[in-house]
């Protein structure tokens, strides 16, 4: 495999691959990293649904890679409604995906929030332990059938080194901020630990079925991401913006996961700049606690 590094773009990762006949989903593919990822997806053939809480923007996405790729095929980008942040929306998109026969090679939970402020989602869930975590989990299991059917499979979760300020204990209590005083800092931290954690538990539960599951940090972007912020982040988020990548070196490492021939068999990995990355945090890795949080959102979600 070609060696790439933290200058790679999303096109580089993933030059001469062919993923024509492949089909993908990419949650949050409306803007940013998950936009680039969409793009170069269907640049590559591949058949890519936006999964997308407003059809207006996801609509609008889809348009703009039309305009910059002429040459994509009719059914290159659909477009269909998903709100992470609404278990019933979560299932809801499940069904309708399942209900039209088409298979899943591809599943990139890329979507994700990460504010100060402290809210909850329609099911009553800490927003960042709802949207970052929950939905992908629920989306993923409700899916998960349809991804061994349609193997060999890949699921590439967007994790972040944010994991790092991560308050999560081996015991996992109170994840949902009901008693503790809320950090919007830690409440986006253990979520993104909990994205590790869910794909390695998930790798280990698929092995041998024909599917594999990575997470990776895509590295400081500059996307919304952080619109939701109070001020005084909003003002380092711009005071960094001169260091920050590119959405399309952001995507990088994304695919080179979802399309390079050794990861379709190598999972289990955490990678950062286009290349295996150091664990940040000393749960990430630890077994039991994967086992145990899996558990915990599985009673969650029903």
């Given at each position: 495999?070609?060696?790439?590094d933290r200058?790679t773009?999303?096109?580089?990762a ?11 989903i ?9 936009w680039?990822?969409a ?12 999964a997308c809480r407003?059809l207006?923007k996801?609509g609008?996405?889809a348009?703009r890679?039309?305009?910059r790729h002429?040459g994509l095929g009719?059914?290159a980008?659909?477009?269909q409604?998903l709100d992470?942040?609404?278990?019933d ?7 309708d995906?399942?209900?039209s026969g088409r298979p899943?090679?591809l599943?990139?939970?890329?979507a994700?929030v990460?504010q100060?402020?402290?809210e ?10 709802g ?5 992908h989990f629920l ?6 059938d349809?991804?061994r059917?349609?193997a ?7 994790s972040?080194?944010a994991q790092?300020?991560?308050?999560l204990t081996r015991?996992?209590e109170?994840l ?11 409440a986006y931290?253990?979520s993104?630990l909990?994205n590790?954690?869910?794909?390695n ?5 698929v092995?041998g ?7 990776l940090?895509?590295?400081?972007v500059e996307t919304e991401l952080g ?9 380092v988020?711009l005071?960094m913006?001169?260091?920050m990548?590119?959405p ?5 490492t994304t695919?080179?996961l ?9 999972g289990g990995?955490?990678f950062?700049?286009c290349a295996p990355?150091?664990?940040?945090h000393?749960?990430?890795g630890?077994e039991?606690?994967?086992t145990k949080l899996?558990r915990?959102?599985?009673?969650i979600?029903?």
């Amino acid at each position: 495999m070609t060696t790439f590094d933290r200058r790679t773009t999303a096109e580089e990762a993933s030059e001469g691959i062919d993923l024509s006949s492949r089909h993908a989903i990419v949650t949050g593919a409306n803007t940013g990293i998950g936009w680039e990822t969409a793009r170069v997806l269907a640049l590559r053939g591949c058949c890519v649904t936006l999964a997308c809480r407003d059809l207006q923007k996801a609509g609008a996405a889809a348009d703009r890679i039309r305009e910059r790729h002429r040459g994509l095929g009719e059914d290159a980008l659909r477009t269909q409604q998903l709100d992470l942040a609404c278990l019933d929306s979560v299932r809801a998109f499940a069904g309708d995906f399942l209900q039209s026969g088409r298979p899943i090679h591809l599943l990139v939970n890329n979507a994700g929030v990460m504010q100060t402020a402290h809210e909850r989602t329609s099911d009553g869930f800490e927003l960042h332990l709802g949207i970052n975590h929950l939905g992908h989990f629920l989306l993923t299991n409700l899916l998960l059938d349809r991804l061994r059917e349609s193997a060999p499979a890949r699921v590439v979760v967007v994790s972040s080194e944010a994991q790092h300020f991560a308050s999560l204990t081996r015991d996992l209590e109170d994840l949902n901020w009901d008693k503790n005083k809320y950090s919007g800092m830690r409440a986006y931290g253990n979520s993104k630990l909990m994205n590790t954690l869910f794909a390695n538990e998930l790798n280990r539960k698929v092995h041998g079925a024909g599917v594999v599951a990575n997470s990776l940090h895509p590295g400081i972007v500059e996307t919304e991401l952080g619109r939701n912020q109070a001020f005084t982040m909003r003002l380092v988020g711009l005071l960094m913006r001169p260091v920050m990548k590119k959405p399309d070196r952001g995507a990088a490492t994304t695919l080179m996961l979802a399309t390079q021939p050794e990861f379709g068999e190598r999972g289990g990995g955490y990678f950062a700049d286009c290349a295996p990355a150091r664990r940040t945090h000393r749960l990430s890795g630890d077994e039991a606690v994967e086992t145990k949080l899996w558990r915990w959102s599985e009673q969650i979600t029903a």
